[in-house]
């Protein structure tokens, strides 16, 4: 402890417990990213140097240094001795690690975000299900069957979003490439934000579940051709709900 001038006791920050140094760091990389991928920091853009920032955010050199390694690690700076901490172009950015996606999700208008993900999802999901209606195992077609029948059950919308979610995310399973599964589990976090804006849709449970079990049936059926065809309606679908939740709030 030590006194300011006007006799409160502050705790001194050299040597900072592991929890409270964790909960620091996080809260600098998650100010500054939130800066960074809202644009109030543009590429080219220095970050304040060290000893403003470890006054603002009252913590020790350390601290903030590994705060900044975060941020080098996901992309978003590089870090040069004479330079300083410069803010990277976005074609730069880690944009599927969950952070820095979750930071650009809140940063746009709900338009924008939509736009940007279906165009995403039209371009992977059905080439994903083509393929997983060609290849899956008969495990893999039982566990989106699963997935299917739990989405079936759910009475409301929250109970309907984790199912939903683990059947895209199985679909992309079943295709036997890791890296499409991969890029299919990055999408979750980002899916999961659109598929709760959808089920503001009075009847998103009447409207999803029809276009999700004609994926399924065309992958039960190994049809290639009509798991793409079924996807791109329940895309379509997906589009129009989004559209009519957004224009509601305008």
């Known amino acids: ?26 809260r600098i990389v998650r100010e500054l990213g939130v800066q960074i991928v809202s644009g109030a920091c543009r590429p080219g853009d220095k970050l304040p140097a060290e000893a403003l920032l470890c006054a603002q955010y009252k913590v020790s050199r350390p601290v903030l240094r590994e705060a900044k ?8 700076v590089k870090s040069r001795q004479r330079s300083g901490v410069i803010v990277r172009p976005q074609s730069d950015w880690h944009l599927l690690d969950p952070d820095v996606l979750y930071w650009f ?25 083509g393929l997983a209606a060609r290849v899956a195992s008969a495990s893999s077609l039982q ?3 699963r997935a299917y029948e739990q989405m ?38 980002a899916l ?11 009847n998103t449970h009447a409207l999803s579940l029809p276009r999700h079990k004609a994926i399924l049936t065309a992958l039960l ?26 224009e509601s709030d305008i």
Do not use: C
């Open 105 to 129: 999700i809140q940063s746009k208008p709900r338009h924008e975000f939509v736009g940007k993900l279906l165009e995403v999802r039209r371009i992977f999901e059905p080439a994903a299900a």
């Open 69 to 76: 390694r975060v941020l080098v690690a996901k992309g978003l």
């Open 192 to 202: 999961r934000e659109s598929i709760k804006l959808s089920s503001q849709h009075p």
């Open 143 to 145: 566990a989106i069957s």
């Open 221 to 246: 059926n190994h049809d290639a051709l009509a798991a793409r065809q079924a996807t791109l309606v329940q895309l379509k679908g997906t589009q129009d709900d989004l559209n009519d939740v957004i």
């Open 1 to 26: 402890m030590f006194a300011t001038g006007n006799g409160v006791e502050l705790i001194s920050y050299r040597q900072p417990q592991p929890a409270e140094r964790k909960s620091q760091h996080a």
């Open 152 to 189: 079936e059950a759910a009475t409301t919308p929250e109970a309907l979003l984790e199912p939903d979610l683990a059947f895209h995310r199985l679909i992309a399973e079943a295709t036997g490439n890791e890296l499409i599964a991969y890029i299919g589990n990055m999408l979750s976090l």
